[in-house]
Nanobody, 126 residues
């Protein structure tokens, strides 16, 4: 089982990068996939979750709702996080994680994550 996160980089405020979490060794349709971020000196923050087992239902933190869109591609076994209107406060390392299929319980599901991607750094700066 592996998760491979990619798509980070340096962007200007207002930028719109798309992160990808490519899964291998299991079928996305049986799980939920979450994204969380870790900024320097700050606690981990859950960003979004897609419940692939529950009709691709999506969930967002208050800080990103309306700016980020999560989606899952079952054929490509990849989850995407499209980010819009980035600010410097969105800077951090973004990780994806595999969660149980009960996505409606996110973010309380996070203690039951069992696999993580390696993280991809997003730096928002002018």
């Amino acid at each position: 089982v592996q998760l491979q996160a990619s798509g980070g980089g340096s962007v200007q405020p207002g930028g719109s990068p798309r992160l990808a979490c490519a899964a291998s060794g299991f079928a996305l349709r049986d799980y939920s996939i979450g994204w969380f971020r870790q900024a320097p000196g700050k606690q981990r923050e859950g960003v979004s979750c897609v419940s692939m087992a529950d009709d691709h239902s999506t969930y967002y933190s208050d800080s990103v709702r309306g700016r980020f869109t999560i989606s899952g591609d079952t054929l490509g076994n990849t989850v995407y996080l499209q980010m819009y209107s980035l600010t410097p406060e969105d800077t951090g390392v973004y990780y994806c994680e595999r969660l149980p299929p009960y996505g409606s319980l996110w973010p309380t599901l996070t203690p039951w994550a069992d696999y993580w991607g390696q993280g991809t750094l997003v730096t928002v700066s002018s």
